[in-house]
């Protein structure tokens, strides 16, 4: 396919042909019933977040019938109380016992008097209890055990005794205290949040945080644009630059500026600073017209266009190519593909919470699934797009105490505004994903793992990850939800090259967030050469180098090792080009 013949593809209107309803068709009674299944899960899915109930319901069922067939394990459960009951009231008698400490909900010493342990303890047992019921029941697939025992979690995360006022002694010294008016302050703020969202509006000071004025605001130019990228280059900063030109393909369920944050904190002004000449794709926000964009036009559009771009303003160089998240993962394919082509371009790999296999890629597979892919599919179906909402839910679930009940105590009970910050508008300011990438992302990558086992095709043609030489820096974080760092290890299986891993201290963001001088940062660091023995995750942290400060430098490091000696002058940008950060990134 062409790119005049793409283009038509992706501008396609939205007809009953379009959306897989021919005229002719529509007349078979059974295709108006399978449309209709496609509607009603579409709305159904407007109620759930995205989450398909038949998904969770047959897991459930499946885990009771499993159950009902294995004696032994309802024995233990009903004897587990007896059994526990002396460790219960040890931990809550025992002051050196502080087994609630532990635990991040009760760390606070408030939580070590009565009756405040008390209500901790049972709470702990209780959970323990629903952990022995959902797990290791004989005959149960690990797939549903998952589910079970992740749906379980959430629920008693939701009782939990620091989640009311009753229970949580802060929280009741604090009401006392306040004779209740941080309960007012509370429930005038959840009713100012719920207009917001109702209105659509974003969280209350991310407009403090607009790109091109508060965030994003590394000098740069606009040098190249289609109907899915703009590539921006940054301007120089220093005298004499590396030959080779670093170019960032950020995740398209992002926007690029997680990576160009405030000046303390970007990634791309110090990469700047230290002498790189760095390009960065800033990703269109999909509207219900870009239904039809795939991945082949993630690949030809997205990547290679910029690939294209970047020989072209610095011809005769090969180039860094650097993927974070999502855009790690098409980093990987879009350096198997050029393999594949003989097209040598490509210096470098550096790789950031980037899943290449996805057999074990954490809590999120929960999601992914046969039932819920399809769920998934008759949404965007409907919209055209997967919506940055039905998407939220997901991932607040990962992390419910994070994201759900301590915001919930801290905002709507204690009364108190956490302030806004860089990170958290970024957060806020969320992309769409178009039905046909998404549904191929997600059938092919996560549910198939086409890519991994050499079955994924990028235009039409076989891809293997195996066929890439380049070296390759990847950066795992330790606390990632997303991307867990045990399945960003597995690129060493994936591609026998020179591999220097890392793994970061943080979370999927704030891990790679991680600049020079931040307080607490640390990461561990290790060299796989190509053709050395296999080495399993826990060893590999076992044997590798522990270091305090940001992962940032011996990036930068091995970027100038994989770079010429000789650094040149920088090629100034055309004044008369549109300023970074661009048009795409403000679309919402």
Request: overall charge negative; aromatic content about 10%.
């Amino acid at each position: 396919m062409d790119k005049s013949d793409r283009m038509d593809s992706i501008n396609q209107p939205n007809t009953p042909e379009s959306l897989g309803i021919g005229q002719k068709n529509m007349n078979k009674p059974e295709d108006f019933f399978a449309i209709y299944n496609k509607l009603f899960q579409a709305n159904l899915g407007k109620l759930t977040f995205g989450v398909s109930p038949a998904s969770l319901g047959t897991a459930y069922c499946a885990w009771i019938l499993q159950l009902l067939q294995s004696p032994g394990h309802l024995m233990a459960l009903i004897s587990y109380p007896t059994m526990h009951a002396s460790d219960c009231v040890n931990n809550i008698l025992c002051e050196d016992s502080a087994h609630n400490a532990h635990d991040i909900r009760f760390q606070k010493d408030s939580w070590q008097s009565m009756p405040w342990r008390l209500y901790a303890e049972n709470f702990l047992m209780v959970e323990e209890w629903w952990h022995q019921a959902t797990t290791h029941v004989p005959g149960l697939s690990s797939r549903v055990e998952r589910t079970v025992s992740f749906c379980a979690r959430q629920m008693l995360d939701a009782f939990s005794p620091s989640n009311f006022i009753w229970t949580n002694p802060d929280l009741f010294n604090k009401t006392i205290e306040s004779g209740g008016s941080n309960l007012i302050q509370g429930t005038e703020t959840a009713f100012d949040h719920a207009l917001t969202r109702l209105a659509g509006l974003p969280p209350p000071g991310a407009e403090h945080f607009i790109p091109g004025q508060e965030v994003a605001i590394t000098p740069g130019k606009i040098i190249y644009s289609n109907h899915l990228i703009e590539l921006i280059q940054y301007e120089p900063q220093t005298k004499t630059v590396f030959k080779e030109p670093v170019l960032i393909l950020p995740a398209w369920i992002m926007k690029y500026y997680i990576l160009d944050l405030s000046p303390d904190n970007s990634l791309v002004k110090w990469l700047v600073g230290e002498g790189h000449t760095v390009f960065i794709v800033s990703w269109r926000n999909p509207v219900k017209d870009d239904r039809n964009l795939s991945m082949d036009d993630y690949y030809r559009l997205g990547a290679m266009s910029a690939i294209d771009a970047v020989c072209e303003v610095i011809p005769g160089t090969q180039m860094h190519l650097m993927g974070y998240c999502l855009g790690g993962t098409l980093a990987m394919i879009v350096a198997a593909a050029m393999a594949r082509d003989h097209d040598n371009r490509l210096k470098s790999l550096s790789l950031l919470a980037a899943q290449g296999d996805f057999t074990e890629a954490g809590e999120l597979m929960l999601f992914i699934t046969d039932s819920e892919i399809s769920f998934l599919e008759n949404i965007m179906w409907e919209q055209g797009y997967l919506d940055t909402k039905q998407m939220a839910g997901s991932f607040q679930m990962l992390r419910s105490y994070d994201l759900i009940w301590s915001k919930m105590v801290d905002d709507y009970m204690h009364g108190e505004k956490r302030g806004m910050i860089d990170m958290l508008a970024w957060n806020a300011d969320a992309t769409r994903m178009p039905y046909k990438m998404h549904s191929e992302y997600l059938r092919k990558l996560f549910l198939n793992n086409d890519f991994a086992e050499g079955h994924f095709k990028v235009e039409g043609e076989l891809v293997a990850p195996k066929n890439i030489q380049l070296p390759v820096f990847a950066v795992s974080t330790e606390t990632d939800h997303v991307a867990p760092w045990k399945s960003v290890y597995k690129v060493h299986l994936m591609i026998n090259t020179d591999i220097t891993f890392v793994l970061t201290s943080g979370g999927h963001n704030a891990g790679v967030i991680s600049e020079p001088g931040h307080n607490g940062r640390s990461y561990a660091i290790n060299e796989h050469k190509k053709n050395m023995p296999w080495s399993g995750p826990n060893k590999w942290l076992k044997s590798a180098t522990k270091h305090d400060g940001s992962w940032w430098l011996p990036w930068h490091d091995w970027l100038v090792s994989h770079s010429s000696p000789k650094r040149v002058a920088p090629r100034q940008l055309a004044p008369s080009l549109q300023s970074a950060p661009g048009t795409y990134v403000m679309q919402k």
